[in-house]
Structure formats: structure tokens, C-alpha cells
């Protein structure tokens, strides 16, 4: 299995918390991949920047490390937008940010790890936890 992280889950693990790290510790220990997704990786990384926040930076960029990379492709907009038309046509639409973690995770079988149920939900065969 291979596992990623949505932005808040991103967070929670720079601001320390011990279940999300031992969580992400049982996932490496298991054999299993993280990767990071350009998504997650540039709202964390953007909002450090902004906040001139080195220290959290430095901690994000040791973690970033730890995980694989994920590639963007053309199929990868090609998924975001049947997801955004789905859920426009339904009247449940999500960030463009979230709608393309959803693709990126459909598109490579990724488990996305999240604590934003809520939203994540409206997209049909995404595969979620919630470890928070």
C-alpha cells in the first residue's frame, strides 16, 4: 500500500503530534511508501515561507525526506476535472487544492491519510483514513 498526506495531517505531524508520527513510523516500519504529493508539499511549504517560519521549514523539509515523490501527469487533470464535474453537478464542490489530492490519489492507488472526512468523502472510490 502506498500512502499519502493531506495538508492538515501534514501539520499536525510538524506541530508534533505523537499518534501521527507513530502512525507514519508503523507505515515505514511495515515496508510500506509515503509519498509526497506536490499538492500537500506546496501548501505546507508556501504557508512556512510566508510565516518566514525556518525552524518548521527545516522540520518539513527532513520529514519531505522521508517520503517518495509524486509525479503530476496529464492524466492527473483529466481526473480532477471528471471529479470537479461530478461534484459541481452534484452541488458538493471542493477546493481545487483538494480536488487534486483526490486525483493524484485515484490516479496512483494512494491511501490518503486525512483528517478532513468530510470533503474527501464526496469523491467516489478515494480511499481515506483518519488517524486524528
Known sequence: ?????DTNIMSYLLKGDKNILQNLQDIIMNGEKLVINPITFYEVYRGLLYKKAEKQLEKFELHCKQFENCKVSL????????IYSDLKNKGKLLDDADIFIAALCLENDYILITNNEKHFNRVDNLKIINWV
Not at 500500500?1 to 498526506?5: D, N
Not at 492524466?75 to 471528471?82: D, R
Open 1 to 5: 500500500m502506498v500512502f499519502t498526506l
Open 75 to 82: 492524466s492527473t487533470f483529466e481526473i480532477a476535472a471528471e
